[in-house]
């Protein structure tokens, strides 16, 4: 169940790679709602074109510049969202990147698998640590990491499932992230921190070249429930439209 409007004190969230596809209508599903939303992303242009498309279908929106891989960039994100809203309610932890191909473990650039990773994995804890404390403030406060079906080891070892090509960066950094995801629901135990990670499914975006078979609407649907789960709900977990992914 999602949370409606409040009138005097919107409800905020940060979404990370919010610019475009997935992450874009994770920030204009939240808008819709009545969320104020920060738009986290790298690139300026692109940045800004986000916030005024969203501030034309009435949301309340603000760009946030944040590169998941940098330290100052991410202290400045979580000093703009206090200077700008004071709390945050939800934290999506949507950036990340592909690392490219080719990705056979034999022949895989280290370094290709390094950079992902910081992306990936490294990023998403930078930025959750530095706006944890944000987090903390809000009364019913959610992290939502963006993952992959690509990273559930119980699917990867399926004969016959389809967990897409062979791949030493990408899925290996979903898996690690899934695993960075429980052990934060560990430590927050007992909090009104709820944090679980979702797969998208494959959507059509710029990060697999348009193939995928679902719209960006479609793969935020799962983000945007968890991101609005209600006191009580779960963490620690996996989900997909579809309901609960195994590990």
């Known amino acids: ?46 940045r800004a074109a986000a916030v005024d498309k969203l ?9 946030v510049p944040l590169d998941v891989t940098d330290d100052a960039s991410v202290t400045a994100a979580a000093r703009l969202v206090e200077e700008r809203a004071g709390r945050l309610d939800a934290l999506v932890n949507n950036a990340a990147i592909t690392g490219g191909h080719p990705q056979e473990p034999t022949t895989v650039d280290v370094n290709r698998v390094r950079a992902t990773v910081e992306t990936n994995v490294i990023g998403v804890i930078r930025v959750t640590n530095a706006l ?27 004969p016959g499932a389809d967990t897409g090509p062979i791949s030493m960066a990408y899925a290996p950094s979903k898996t690690f992230l899934n695993a960075v ?8 135990a007992g909090t009104q921190i709820l944090i679980n990670a979702v797969c998208p499914g494959f959507t059509a975006t710029d990060l697999n070249g348009f193939r995928g078979t679902r719209t960006p609407q479609q793969g935020a649907t799962a983000a945007i429930r968890l991101a609005t789960v209600e006191d009580g709900g779960p963490t620690g977990r996996f989900f997909s439209d579809e309901g609960e992914i195994p590990w």
């Open 132 to 158: 944890l404390p944000l987090l903390r403030r809000a009364p019913s406060p959610r992290i939502v990491n963006v993952s992959s079906s690509v990273g559930s080891l119980t699917l990867q070892t399926t």
């Open 55 to 63: 501030r034309a279908a009435g949301a309340d929106a603000f760009g």
């Open 1 to 46: 169940m999602t949370e409606t409007k409040h009138v005097n004190h919107p409800k905020v969230a940060l979404v990370t790679g919010a610019n475009k596809g997935i992450g874009y209508e994770i920030a204009a599903g939240l808008g819709a709602l009545g969320w104020t939303v920060g738009v986290g992303a790298r690139d300026e242009e692109r």
């Open 181 to 188: 995801t429980v052990q934060y629901a560990k430590e927050l």
